[in-house]
DNA sequence: ATAAAAACATAACAAATGTTATATTTTTAT
DNA sequence: ATAAAAATATAACATTTGTTATGTTTTTAT
């Protein structure tokens, strides 16, 4: 079996990291830094592309309204990495919205310095647009995961991922999500949320603090998919 | 509201139509025609990358297997439609796999033909990228209604949204998919695919003959959305 | 520091979906 | 054309999830 995380990560923040270190220079420099505040919308669906980001420090959610009024969100964005691509190569709109989960510490490229760069860095295109490739698989694996597990295997995969990926490049320990936007990437109320999350508690799989998660023991929850995959 | 259809249609058949009538030649004059049999595959999950195909008559399913046993389908593709493309652009591996639901007519273009024509046509490399942003949205589309709809409302999005496509091209009318198919679409068993259907033929709101299924009421369909997306 | 607002936790009941079992229809192979 | 196999239809019961309601904790604004 692949790499359980890979199969749900973006992995957007490797992307620079397969340049040499010289365009990984002329990348850099071409980064002007921004504070984008709790709340506020890195870009959203419809909008006209403006340019790129990689995150320096902060969380971030992609989600799409449907026809229904309730958000789904199907990533969220951590520290280092590069979102807001899509729509450029394309020459398209953003097909969905991406709003700060706290203050953000960001890197932004403009699109026409991005383009400047993808003239001067041959091996760019193709990083990214193989990554656009990779990212597709993670949402057919979400598409697989919503659409075959029921809601006790959902959040112990969604609780697995998130805290891999939190932990991955902030030295943050815990899950620190509303329940609403929890509820809203694994596909319920946050009321039968709330019912998972408590009997996970009551079975040691997880502690609570304030709202912050933290998983205790993480076999237990591989071995409730192993067991539900079957 | 974006046209209901276009949210949940790759358009994949529209990708050449968007070439000069020259350029098209080209493209045209580079494929062979192939056939492939009920059942089998034209590529596979992890599978090197051969080329790209465009369906000149039948009906393939695009799945992907989770960790559990049962196929997760997110794509009926059909008539027109072109496909295979995207591991080809990342130099990737496929995501996916791809399965002929009936004999299929197609034509083939290999990979290094496929490069050749990147080449010669200088759009053509746009076209298929803006595509893939496109699709990605749609993905994003069917997260969000397997995570947040019911079952009678996934059955009547999808049977609305599998007529459009198949009537689109074929001159046929009616959708014919194994029951086990259109459950692995839905996110369901076959059992309760059956007694949503049932529901249905029972309200009038289709009709079932051998195993096609006729819309007789779209409108009714329609609102049975609305209802429940409020 | 305190009051008001928002978010969260929990329980009881209702509704939807999953599961098991059996009968019927359709397709396939001879 | 016929028998065997596969697919489909349906019902009854079990389990899961949704919904409504209420009390508590945490956050926010003053």
Redesign the interface.
């Known amino acids: ?1 692949k790499n359980f995380y890979s199969q749900f990560d973006f992995q957007s923040e490797l992307l620079f990291e397969q340049l040499t270190s010289e365009e990984k220079k002329i990348v850099y420099n071409a980064m002007e830094p921004l504070i984008i505040k709790k709340g506020s919308l890195l870009f959203y669906e419809e909008g006209i592309p403006t340019g790129i980001f990689q995150i320096k420090k902060g969380k971030a959610k992609k989600f ?7 958000e ?1 969100i ?1 990533y969220i964005y951590t520290t280092g990495d590069v979102l807001g691509y ?2 450029l ?4 709109r953003y ?2 919205s991406c709003e700060a989960l706290e203050d953000l510490e960001v890197n932004f490229i403009a699109k026409d310095v991005f383009f400047k760069l993808l003239e001067d860095i041959p091996s760019l295109q ?1 990083v990214f ?9 993670v ?11 029921n809601l006790n295997a959902r959040l112990a995969i969604n609780l697995l991922i998130l805290e891999n990926r939190f932990q991955k490049h902030d030295e943050e320990n815990g899950i620190d999500l509303s329940r609403e936007d929890l509820a ?1 990437i ?2 319920t109320s946050s009321e039968s949320l709330g019912r998972s999350l408590k009997r996970f508690k009551d079975d040691g799989i997880i502690e609570v603090d304030k709202r912050i998660i933290y998983i205790k023991d993480k076999d237990v929850l591989f071995k409730l ?1 192993n067991i539900e ?2």
């Open positions: 079996m799409k309204r449907g026809f229904s009024e309730t789904q199907f899509h729509a190569f394309g020459e398209e097909q969905d193709r647009i193989k990554n656009i490739g990779h990212e597709f698989g949402l057919a694996n979400i598409i697989a995961v919503l659409a075959q597990k809203n694994i596909g998919l995959f079957c």
